[in-house]
């Protein structure tokens, strides 16, 4: 994957194709190394409706040869769930009574939901009752229920499709949710159109298509553009070619979350699919190869997420968005601008990467050291989280700026990149010498430095933050290999140049730690030094020269930057939850003020 960031501007698949075969006379074809980021794609996507069932405990032979038609033929009934069935259903009354026939058709529905698609679709077997209820019940279809690990692909592939497309055709409708992430519509592009049709005929409403990539070229059907019922639209390994037409209708009027994986659109037709969703609220882009070229938000009144996961995006354009809160991004490939012209309800911003990412606030450049005036300021961000390579000069330069430009920042996110490159000379000096800023002397409650090295040049900013941080109420040391977060409680009044954080072995316990100096006031140094403390919280004294009110807390890491978790409106903070330790740093200032 990072291996295509350097590639040029695909404008086809071709493209895509000649590049990834041009890596390598010996490795992997263009194919078998598409068809490998395949998964990963699908990792990103929201969890099925309903869990696939474990193949290992998959029943008896009758699954192969279970139809999902809804023929009503009493032989049918008898071959679906085996020789035996009678003896199943005796066997699951109990007492002899039937218990659940007296439940009402809208439980038996709920019941219906839950299942597997398989099993969802044999309760028709039961009686005359359950069919009917099947037919009513909104459909819920997900092809990970139906693949038979033993089963050739391209067989499996085939079977897969004609299952999908007979069940779909034999409920009346409507269609809750239809999941495709197996199938290959390889030579089946007839059989893949008519099952587009009858989705948009059946008002299908959550929808995730992707095209296991051969071939790589695969159109998209144009009846998805009938699908006028969907509110959310996961697409995955599709050319797409979205007709420019904004006099119509919106093509997809209820839309609310749309994510576009590893697909083919030109940016003329990404801006018109965009202005055909009047109601969209998470826009997602993943693994795009430059085609779209760039995101540009414009004119949208509903969009309230914006994420761009491991795409090659030229710049990314924030054009008028006066409803959205988060701009995301995980970004690869060359250096591109991020431009945020009006977007005033803005309040999570990241991870920005200081390396790749050149931002602009209100046409305005962000550069190291300038003077930052209130047209380049966004007042209304809350979170940020930037990705800064600390012995780079330029990047540790900037960081500072950044912070003027969101006065009322609350919580910072620093991720430490690591980097070949030594130390820049003047990197302690610098710090030493800078001046606070609005957001650190009456906002900035939370910080956080992910990939924690103990390096010097990161214990400099620390250091800067401590000493400034007039309201900083927690903090946390993410260590660079993930294991553990070290996190502290402050009354606001740190003002030791040196923090140190001792962990002693507590494993699983609470107990008393110390904070200490470790040295002379003057020191330059941030020590943590690390213990085997997995679910330890502790309570210590302040730094010397620090306030006495200051407890030191510690406990394990608590990861949470994922595509899902990014686009998710009801995860606070989408870099990392420090919920329960900050609900127990809250508890003990509580009873200290006490």
Same mark, same amino acid.
């Given at each position: 994957?990072?291996?295509?960031?350097?590639? !040029?501007?695909?404008?086809?698949?071709?493209?895509?194709?000649?590049?990834?075969?041009?890596?390598?006379?010996?490795?992997?074809?263009?194919?078998?190394?598409?068809?490998?980021?395949?998964?990963?794609?699908?990792?990103?996507?929201?969890?099925?409706?309903?869990?696939?069932?474990?193949?290992?405990?998959?029943?008896?032979?009758?699954?192969?040869?279970?139809?999902?038609?809804?023929?009503?033929?009493?032989?049918?009934?008898?071959?679906?769930? !085996?020789?035996?069935?009678?003896?199943?259903?005796?066997?699951?009354?109990?007492?002899?009574?039937?218990?659940?026939?007296?439940?009402?058709?809208?439980?038996?529905?709920?019941?219906?939901?839950?299942?597997?698609?398989?099993?969802?679709?044999?309760?028709?077997?039961?009686?005359?009752?359950?069919?009917?209820?099947?037919?009513?019940?909104?459909?819920?279809?997900?092809?990970?229920?139906?693949?038979?690990?033993?089963?050739?692909?391209?067989?499996?592939?085939?079977?897969?499709?004609?299952?999908?497309?007979?069940?779909?055709?034999?409920?009346?409708?409507?269609?809750?949710?239809?999941?495709?992430?197996?199938?290959?519509?390889?030579?089946?592009?007839?059989?893949?159109?008519?099952?587009?049709?009858?989705?948009?005929?059946?008002?299908?409403?959550?929808?995730?298509?992707?095209?296991?990539?051969?071939?790589?070229?695969?159109?998209?059907?144009?009846?998805?553009?009938?699908?006028?019922?969907?509110?959310?639209?996961?697409?995955?390994?599709?050319?797409?070619?979205?007709?420019?037409?904004?006099?119509?209708?919106?093509?997809?009027?209820?839309?609310?979350?749309?994510?576009?994986?590893?697909?083919?659109?030109?940016?003329?037709?990404?801006?018109?699919?965009?202005?055909?969703?009047?109601?969209?609220?998470?826009?997602?882009?993943?693994?795009?190869?430059?085609?779209?070229?760039?995101?540009?938000?414009?004119?949208?009144?509903?969009?309230?997420?914006?994420?761009?996961?491991?795409?090659?995006?030229?710049?990314?354009?924030?054009?008028?968005?006066?409803?959205?809160?988060?701009?995301?991004?995980?970004?690869?490939?060359?250096?591109?601008?991020?431009?945020?012209?009006?977007?005033?309800?803005?309040?999570?911003?990241?991870?920005?990467?200081?390396?790749?990412?050149?931002?602009?606030?209100?046409?305005?450049?962000?550069?190291?050291?300038?003077?930052?005036?209130?047209?380049?300021?966004?007042?209304?961000?809350?979170?940020?989280?930037?990705?800064?390579?600390?012995?780079?000069?330029?990047?540790?330069?900037?960081?500072?700026?950044?912070?003027?430009?969101?006065?009322?920042?609350?919580?910072?996110?620093?991720?430490?990149?690591?980097?070949?490159?030594?130390?820049?000379?003047?990197?302690?000096?610098?710090?030493?010498?800078?001046?606070?800023?609005?957001?650190?002397?009456?906002?900035?409650?939370?910080?956080?430095?992910?990939?924690?090295?103990?390096?010097?040049?990161?214990?400099?900013?620390?250091?800067?933050?401590?000493?400034?941080?007039?309201?900083?109420?927690?903090?946390?040391?993410?260590?660079?290999?993930?294991?553990?977060?070290?996190?502290?409680?402050?009354?606001?009044?740190?003002?030791?140049?040196?923090?140190?954080?001792?962990?002693?072995?507590?494993?699983?316990?609470?107990?008393?730690?110390?904070?200490?100096?470790?040295?002379?006031?003057?020191?330059?140094?941030?020590?943590?030094?690390?213990?085997?403390?997995?679910?330890?919280?502790?309570? !210590?004294?302040?730094?010397? !020269?620090?306030?006495?009110?200051?407890?030191?807390?510690?406990?394990?890491?608590?990861?949470?930057?994922?595509?899902?978790?990014?686009?998710?409106?009801?995860?606070?903070?989408?870099?990392?939850?420090?919920?329960?330790?900050?609900?127990?740093?809250?508890?003990?200032?509580?009873?200290?003020?006490?």
């Amino acid at each position: 994957m990072d291996a295509a960031a350097g590639g !040029g501007g695909f404008r086809t698949y071709a493209d895509v194709e000649e590049f990834f075969n041009n890596m390598s006379s010996e490795g992997p074809s263009a194919q078998d190394r598409i068809d490998a980021i395949v998964p990963y794609l699908i990792s990103l996507l929201p969890p099925p409706f309903v869990p696939a069932p474990d193949a290992d405990a998959a029943s008896d032979s009758e699954d192969d040869h279970f139809s999902l038609t809804s023929s009503s033929s009493s032989s049918d009934y008898g071959a679906a769930v !085996g020789a035996d069935w009678p003896a199943v259903v005796l066997a699951a009354r109990g007492d002899g009574q039937d218990h659940i026939s007296g439940l009402g058709n809208d439980l038996l529905s709920n019941v219906i939901s839950r299942l597997p698609t398989k099993d969802a679709a044999r309760t028709m077997v039961l009686s005359t009752r359950w069919r009917r209820v099947w037919a009513e019940t909104p459909l819920l279809l997900d092809d990970a229920h139906l693949r038979d690990a033993d089963e050739p692909r391209d067989m499996a592939a085939f079977r897969d499709l004609l299952a999908v497309s007979r069940c779909v055709a034999a409920h009346p409708g409507p269609v809750h949710g239809l999941r495709i992430t197996r199938i290959s519509f390889h030579l089946q592009e007839y059989s893949l159109q008519r099952l587009v049709s009858s989705l948009a005929a059946k008002n299908v409403k959550d929808l995730i298509l992707f095209n296991r990539p051969c071939p790589l070229n695969m159109p998209l059907p144009d009846d998805i553009l009938r699908c006028v019922s969907l509110t959310r639209l996961y697409l995955g390994v599709w050319r797409w070619r979205f007709p420019d037409n904004t006099a119509d209708p919106p093509a997809f009027p209820n839309l609310q979350e749309l994510g576009i994986f590893h697909s083919i659109i030109k940016d003329k037709e990404l801006d018109a699919l965009l202005s055909h969703c009047p109601k969209l609220k998470i826009l997602s882009c993943a693994l795009t190869y430059s085609c779209p070229s760039r995101l540009h938000v414009k004119s949208s009144s509903s969009l309230r997420v914006v994420m761009e996961w491991r795409c090659i995006f030229h710049e990314v354009v924030v054009d008028n968005a006066p409803c959205l809160e988060r701009l995301l991004f995980e970004s690869v490939g060359g250096r591109r601008p991020i431009k945020i012209v009006h977007a005033p309800r803005l309040e999570i911003l990241g991870f920005l990467d200081l390396q790749l990412h050149t931002l602009e606030i209100g046409g305005i450049v962000i550069r190291a050291g300038m003077n930052v005036r209130a047209s380049a300021m966004l007042s209304s961000l809350k979170i940020l989280a930037v990705k800064v390579r600390f012995c780079h000069d330029m990047e540790v330069k900037l960081l500072p700026t950044l912070l003027r430009c969101f006065p009322r920042l609350e919580t910072l996110h620093i991720k430490s990149i690591r980097s070949r490159s030594p130390d820049t000379v003047n990197d302690m000096d610098f710090w030493k010498s800078l001046a606070s800023c609005d957001c650190l002397e009456s906002h900035l409650k939370t910080f956080v430095l992910h990939g924690f090295q103990g390096r010097k040049h990161e214990a400099a900013f620390a250091r800067y933050i401590f000493k400034n941080g007039k309201v900083l109420k927690s903090y946390g040391f993410v260590y660079s290999n993930g294991d553990n977060v070290v996190v502290g409680g402050s009354d606001g009044s740190s003002s030791s140049d040196d923090v140190v954080v001792e962990e002693g072995p507590m494993s699983g316990s609470v107990g008393e730690c110390n904070a200490s100096s470790g040295g002379s006031g003057g020191s330059d140094d941030v020590v943590v030094e690390r213990g085997s403390m997995p679910g330890t919280v502790g309570e !210590g004294n302040a730094p010397s !020269g620090g306030s006495s009110g200051r407890y030191i807390f510690a406990c394990p890491a608590f990861p949470c930057w994922s595509f899902q978790n990014a686009i998710d409106l009801s995860v606070e903070d989408p870099f990392y939850v420090l919920g329960p330790v900050m609900a127990l740093i809250d508890l003990v200032e509580g009873e200290t003020a006490r």
